[in-house]
Protein backbone atom coordinates (compact mmCIF):
# COMPACT_ATOMS: atom_id res chain seq x y z
CA UNK A 1 0.00 0.00 0.00
CA UNK A 2 0.96 3.61 -0.59
CA UNK A 3 -0.26 7.02 1.17
CA UNK A 4 -0.35 9.54 -1.93
CA UNK A 5 -0.57 12.80 0.36
CA UNK A 6 -1.15 16.21 -2.03
CA UNK A 7 -1.99 19.95 -0.48
CA UNK A 8 -3.49 21.71 -2.98
CA UNK A 9 -5.03 25.45 -3.08
CA UNK A 10 -8.26 26.00 -0.79
CA UNK A 11 -11.08 24.42 -3.05
CA UNK A 12 -9.23 22.27 -5.04
CA UNK A 13 -9.41 18.72 -2.35
CA UNK A 14 -12.80 17.89 -4.28
CA UNK A 15 -11.19 18.19 -7.77
CA UNK A 16 -8.18 16.19 -6.66
CA UNK A 17 -10.27 13.70 -5.12
CA UNK A 18 -12.80 13.22 -7.98
CA UNK A 19 -9.76 12.66 -10.73
CA UNK A 20 -8.21 9.82 -7.85
CA UNK A 21 -11.19 7.98 -7.82
CA UNK A 22 -11.41 8.15 -11.92
CA UNK A 23 -7.87 6.81 -12.03
CA UNK A 24 -8.43 4.07 -9.53
CA UNK A 25 -8.41 5.07 -6.23
CA UNK A 26 -11.44 4.01 -4.00
CA UNK A 27 -11.64 7.45 -2.25
CA UNK A 28 -9.81 9.76 0.39
CA UNK A 29 -9.92 12.25 2.93
CA UNK A 30 -9.51 16.47 2.61
CA UNK A 31 -8.53 17.97 5.35
CA UNK A 32 -8.14 21.78 5.59
CA UNK A 33 -4.97 23.03 6.35
CA UNK A 34 -2.77 26.67 6.50
CA UNK A 35 0.45 26.77 4.50
CA UNK A 36 3.28 28.65 4.68
CA UNK A 37 6.10 29.52 2.14
CA UNK A 38 7.99 31.11 -0.10
CA UNK A 39 5.37 31.41 -2.70
CA UNK A 40 2.77 32.04 -0.19
CA UNK A 41 3.62 35.81 1.34
CA UNK A 42 0.81 37.60 -0.12
CA UNK A 43 -0.55 40.88 1.63
CA UNK A 44 -4.23 42.76 1.20
CA UNK A 45 -4.09 45.75 2.57
CA UNK A 46 -0.41 45.53 4.26
CA UNK A 47 -1.42 42.91 6.19
CA UNK A 48 -0.05 39.17 5.49
CA UNK A 49 -2.94 36.90 5.62
CA UNK A 50 -2.21 32.61 5.75
CA UNK A 51 -2.97 30.88 2.68
CA UNK A 52 -5.54 28.12 3.20
CA UNK A 53 -5.01 24.92 1.86
CA UNK A 54 -6.46 21.30 1.76
CA UNK A 55 -4.77 18.54 2.14
CA UNK A 56 -5.79 15.12 0.38
CA UNK A 57 -4.91 11.45 1.95
CA UNK A 58 -5.13 8.80 -0.22
CA UNK A 59 -4.79 5.39 0.24
CA UNK A 60 -4.09 3.26 -2.68
CA UNK A 61 -2.35 -0.37 -3.64
CA UNK A 62 1.11 0.56 -4.64
CA UNK A 63 0.89 -0.40 -8.13
CA UNK A 64 -1.78 2.44 -8.61
CA UNK A 65 0.20 5.11 -6.98
CA UNK A 66 2.05 6.14 -10.20
CA UNK A 67 -1.53 6.44 -12.27
CA UNK A 68 -3.28 8.25 -8.98
CA UNK A 69 -0.46 10.96 -8.36
CA UNK A 70 -0.40 11.47 -11.70
CA UNK A 71 -4.06 12.29 -11.85
CA UNK A 72 -4.00 14.61 -8.98
CA UNK A 73 -1.31 16.85 -10.38
CA UNK A 74 -3.33 17.28 -13.66
CA UNK A 75 -6.14 17.88 -12.26
CA UNK A 76 -4.69 20.58 -9.15
CA UNK A 77 -2.28 22.06 -11.77
CA UNK A 78 0.63 21.05 -9.61
CA UNK A 79 2.75 21.33 -12.11
CA UNK A 80 3.06 25.16 -11.86
CA UNK A 81 4.49 26.78 -8.84
CA UNK A 82 3.14 27.76 -6.02
CA UNK A 83 0.03 25.75 -6.79
CA UNK A 84 0.64 23.03 -3.93
CA UNK A 85 2.77 19.61 -3.77
CA UNK A 86 2.05 15.92 -4.01
CA UNK A 87 3.95 12.91 -2.69
CA UNK A 88 4.30 9.25 -2.16
CA UNK A 89 4.95 7.11 1.14
CA UNK A 90 5.13 3.61 1.22
CA UNK A 91 2.79 2.36 3.64
CA UNK A 92 3.67 -0.92 6.01
CA UNK A 93 0.83 -1.95 8.05
CA UNK A 94 -2.97 -0.76 7.49
CA UNK A 95 -6.22 -1.04 9.75
CA UNK A 96 -9.53 -0.55 9.88
CA UNK A 97 -10.24 -0.75 5.87
CA UNK A 98 -11.34 -4.73 6.16
CA UNK A 99 -13.67 -3.90 3.01
CA UNK A 100 -11.08 -2.10 1.15
CA UNK A 101 -8.93 -4.95 1.78
CA UNK A 102 -11.52 -7.87 0.78
CA UNK A 103 -12.19 -5.65 -2.71
CA UNK A 104 -8.25 -6.09 -3.03
CA UNK A 105 -8.51 -9.97 -2.37
CA UNK A 106 -6.30 -9.32 0.84
Do not use: C, Y
Request: glycine content about 12%; overall charge neutral; hydrophobic content about 55%.
Amino acid sequence: MSLIVSIVRKGWGSLALKASVEAGARGGTVLAARGAGINEHEKIFGVAIEPEKEVLLTLVPADRAPAILDAIVQAAELDATGRGIAFVVPVDRVAGIAHFMNALGG
